[in-house]
């Protein structure tokens, strides 16, 4: 019979809770800020790294696990798993997971890694899957399988007010060029098929609120919505008029809010958040 170990990185949106109940590994990337170098999760919180950044002289910096990281965490996997799987972030926003193939690579146990494609809770949803269906003892492939369908039908929007740390970043480098010319430029971005990009852009808020509108219409419009997750960098305003509304159209869809992750928080800016969720196909 297998039993499967589930792990994932720090990128992701996960409670304190799910990560104990599913019995979760988290790797922590490594993020710097006016060179003191900090680890996600552990001498470092969320909001505290928020507060840290916004009062920062230069952006912060953030570093993939190394490869000694990973090799500790799947060192205390106990024997009695016969596989590990690692659930990494998109490559669009960081290279963990070359980091994580090297040490597949590398380990004597079976461990394999699978592009989530996503980040944040839109990766937290996956994780959260295979977990569940670790814990029933399913196998790798259909742990795999099951998060390919999950995967398909997962929605990312992330609303980005200053685009200053993005284009510094390098995650949109090939807008650089006709953004950096605009003024009080705002952006809506989409994650999808390891891709980043832009979806919507226009001068102020009222070009974001247009397009989450449009959204909401969307969400409202479907049947079969699993979860929802909200999350933010250091802004709540908007963010509690989303709370409202989708609490009004789907009163009984689990909804998630919380600050993200230290690495999402770098790239996207003060005032970013992202509306994140899934459909069953």
Not at 112 to 137: H, N, P, Y
Not at 169 to 181: I, K, Q, V
Not at 215 to 225: F, H, S
Request: charged residues 25%; proline residues 3%.
């Amino acid at each position: 019979m297998s039993k499967v170990k589930i792990l994932t990185d720090s990128s992701v949106q996960l409670t304190p809770e799910e990560i104990e109940k599913y019995n979760i590994s988290v790797v922590p990337l490594t993020i710097s800020i006016d060179e003191k170098t900090y680890v996600d999760g552990v001498n470092i919180t969320r909001e505290k790294f928020v507060e840290e950044m916004d009062s920062s002289k230069d952006l912060p910096k953030t570093s993939q696990p190394s490869i000694g990281t990973f090799m500790d965490i799947i060192d205390k996997v106990p024997e009695d798993y016969t596989d590990i799987l690692m659930l990494i972030m998109t490559p669009a926003i960081s290279g963990t997971i070359n980091a994580a193939r090297q040490v597949a690579e590398m380990a004597e146990r079976n461990v394999e890694v699978i592009d989530t494609e996503f980040t944040d809770r839109a990766q937290g949803f996956q994780v959260l899957k295979a977990a569940q269906m670790a814990q029933d003892g399913k196998s790798v492939e259909e742990i795999k399988q099951a998060l390919d369908v999950l995967r398909d039908h997962t929605y990312l929007y992330m609303g980005v007010t200053s685009i200053e740390n993005i284009l510094r970043g390098g995650r949109l480098s090939r807008f650089a060029g006709t953004l950096s010319t605009l003024l009080n430029i705002n952006l809506v971005l989409t994650v999808k098929n390891n891709s980043l990009d832009i979806a919507k852009r226009g001068r102020g808020r009222k070009t974001i609120e247009k397009y989450m509108n449009n959204v909401l219409e969307e969400i409202k419009g479907l049947k079969n919505i699993k979860a929802v997750g909200i999350s933010y960098v250091d802004k709540m305003d908007y963010v509690n008029e989303l709370k409202e509304k989708l609490e009004e159209i789907i009163p009984d869809v689990p909804l998630l809010i919380r600050v993200t992750s230290p690495v999402i928080a770098t790239h996207a800016g003060s005032g970013a958040f992202a509306i994140e969720f899934y459909t069953e196909s």
